[in-house]
């Protein structure tokens, strides 16, 4: 015999269940079963509340028959918190996170099957800013205005740029303030390759210096200590000198030797690495990895913007299986490198002292660059409070330089200065 009591509250509705365990059906009274119920109703400050009950196929009766009444409402009043979950509960629950409870239902044949919340993977590129960074990760085409048929730039860009330049002056209208703390000192330069000695440009390996720049480098190079800081293998930038992942000099035969090479015992892992990511991209049209033997890149420049979180996971997931590497983000570019204590600053710092230059007093370091991985150098610089970042953007942006340049041409008209500059104080007696 089962019989059910529902009382009314202000809020809910309750329902105590009597089930008899043992006892024979027909031993207890109504009369009995009546007064008992409203003791415990009365007595017991738990309850069910109705809409759970409702929506049962929650447990199985011959489960309650087994045992005592008292057991009985214990029992029942655990169930719910397990099983006598409605439709509403259990989406409740689900986005509270508690799906552990819902799998130890018993009886949910006749409910939708619950579905376990897949951890989303585009979390983890989405979460860890990777996707943010790749969408700053270098200035828009820049903004134009068609106005009948001829393409002008706009104003208000011209505008921004221009205020944001009080605080990063041109390098080119500060040349004189600039000399004046060259005074008596050796200017040292700094360069970087990927947009500040070659404008950028969709295909990597067609990034060339132009003829006039290439005579602005060997210009100054003729003058002052001249070190290339790169991104990339040394034998892919069409230049010479020193490179940010293997640090070299020449002899006093003349012939080249390594001076630093922080990062050799990783090449084999780097091309492990390479050789996967090409592999997991090569479906991405537009996708492209290059080899740094140091450092791989992974280009979505050229890939269609729906598609760079696609590119994101895959790489997150292959760097997840080498804790000694990282990632860093260049303009449109990922870049995978060891998680070693060396970036363009300290290749700076490597380079002043190596080379007996690390006196400020003596010395005016200038580094030149465009990128985020330039920003190390800047900061050595800023730090230390020696010398002079010069930041090459067409866009207003934070950075630890000090001056700007707006492009590659600018960057060559500034090297030139440089150059007559120092031909003219050879020159004076
Ligand atoms: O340190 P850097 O010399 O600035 O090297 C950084 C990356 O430079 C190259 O990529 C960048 O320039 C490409 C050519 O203009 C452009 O297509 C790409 O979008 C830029 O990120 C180089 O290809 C990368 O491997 C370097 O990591």
Known sequence: MVVALFSTSFLSIKLYIYIPSSTPSHSLSPLHTLIFLLLLHFSSPKFISFFLLQSHGFFSQSEFVKEGVHLKFLELEEQTQYSLINASLLKMMYI???????????????????????????????????????????????????????????????????????????????????LSHAKDKKIVIFLDYDGTLSPIVD?????????????????????????IISGRSRDKDTSSVHHSSYVRSTDKQGKEVNLFQPAREFISMIDEVFRTLVDVTKDIPGAKVENHKFCTSVHYRNVDEKSWRTVAQLVHDVLKHYPRLRLTHGRKVLEVRPVIDWDKGKAVEFLLESLGLSN??????????????????????????????????????ESKAFLSLRDTLEVA??????????????KKP
């Open 360 to 397: 400020s007093d003596e010395v005016l370091p200038i580094y030149i660059g465009d990128d985020r991985t330039d920003e190390d150098a800047f900061k050595v610089l800023r730090e230390g409070n020696r010398g002079y970042g010069i930041l090459v953007s067409s866009i207003p942006k």
């Open 96 to 178: 509270s996170g508690s799906l552990c409870l819902m799998e130890s239902s018993p009886n949910t044949s006749d409910k939708k099957p619950l579905k376990r919340k897949k951890p989303i993977k585009l979390d983890d590129v989405r979460s860890n800013g990777w996707l943010d960074a790749m969408h700053s990760s270098s200035p828009p085409r820049k903004k134009i205005v068609k106005d009948f048929g001829v393409e002008i730039a706009s104003d208000d860009t011209d505008v921004v740029y221009n205020s944001w330049m009080v605080k990063y002056p041109s390098a080119l209208t500060t040349f004189e303030h600039i």
């Open 203 to 227: 295909d990597p390996d067609r990034a060339f210096m132009s003829a006039d720049m290439r005579a602005a480098v060997k210009g100054v190079a003729e003058y002052f200590p001249t070190t």
């Open 413 to 426: 008209e500034f090297l030139k200065n440089l150059v007559k500059w120092k031909e003219q104080v050879d």
